[in-house]
């Protein structure tokens, strides 16, 4: 497996820390719930990301006679535990300090330490995502944005933009709260701040995890790759017909693929073999996430 890039992963884990340093000091100074679950919120996504780190390491780790086809979808393992912990740990969390802070509503104080650290955050966590956006839109194509968040392979790209974008929208709920709570005198609008960041926690939580889960179980290849099996045959007359093409994604950048095809009559085993290996060839030269192929050749009649 060639080795997948962490540069994403290890800035947000950067921009993270020295965030969710900074937030807890600004909770602790203001008494805030809703800055408070922006703390546990970054401090959760500091592990998040360090569970990638780990999953992207054991992901490049070779095959061996245990796991012959490699360990690509450790990564996709990874990226399912992250989306669970950020509902759990995130979400949860902050609905219920949200619920708890509603109950029994505290004044906030000192909230210019609080509006600070929360813009300086804002401003951190606004380069990571828009850096996220920047290496989406070179690896989408002519994709659209939100069709290649779906359909793209590359989970824990997706896993850090959807923290990274959920931690910006999170941000400015809890300034919005924190603002109005302090200017009303009411803490019940703080409360209502860290409720409405855990149900944007909750949802993007709940996103990922359906996307990743789709990986984990065994999605099928790019469409693009099936386009381009089928005309790499045309250029081989000793093939007649495509019976049957399966192709499984075994993580970012590999991908296992079976075929089954329908033969010339007459072929000799020599001439069926090198027709393979051509073919073969030609496929990895055009599709070189393609890792593992296994074909099948039918010598059924053919009829002109």
């Not at 000192?110 to 804002?122: A, K, N, T």
Request: proline fraction near 3%.
């Amino acid at each position: 497996m060639a080795k997948h890039s962490t540069s994403h992963i290890i800035q947000s884990l950067i921009v993270n820390l020295l965030i969710a340093t900074s937030k807890g000091f600004a909770a602790f100074m203001t008494k805030s719930g809703s800055m408070l679950a922006e703390t546990i919120h970054s401090f959760a996504d500091c592990a998040n990301q360090g569970l990638l780190l780990m999953g992207v390491k054991q992901a490049n780790r070779p095959a061996n006679k245990k796991h012959p086809l490699g360990y690509g979808r450790a990564v996709y393992f990874w990226s399912f535990m992250v989306a669970m912990l950020l509902f759990s740990i995130g979400g949860m969390f902050s609905i219920y300090e949200g619920v708890h802070k509603f109950q029994h509503p505290e004044p906030v104080d000192h909230i210019e330490w609080g509006i600070g650290i929360l813009v300086f955050s804002l401003l951190l966590e606004g380069y990571a995502t828009y850096s996220n956006i920047i290496e989406l839109n070179k690896r989408r194509g002519s994709s659209g944005f939100f069709q290649y968040l779906r359909n793209t392979k590359d989970s824990d790209l997706v896993v850090i933009f959807g923290e990274n974008s959920a931690a910006v929208f999170g941000l400015i709920l809890a300034i919005t709260a924190l603002m109005t709570a302090y200017y009303t005198g009411d803490g019940r609008y703080d409360a209502l701040g860290s409720l409405a960041i855990g149900i944007v926690l909750i949802a993007v939580a709940i996103f990922l995890s359906v996307e990743v889960k789709s990986l984990l179980i065994g999605e099928s290849a790019d469409e693009n790759i099936n386009l381009s099996v089928k005309s790499i045959i045309e250029d081989h007359p000793e093939i007649h017909q495509l019976i049957n093409l399966i192709t499984i994604q075994q993580g970012p950048g590999e991908v296992l693929m079976c075929l089954k095809i329908k033969c010339k009559p007459n072929l000799t085993a020599l001439e069926i073999s090198n027709m393979i290996n051509n073919f073969e060839k030609d496929i990895r030269k055009n599709n070189p996430e393609v890792k593992w192929i296994y074909i099948e050749p039918d010598l059924q009649e053919w009829k002109v």
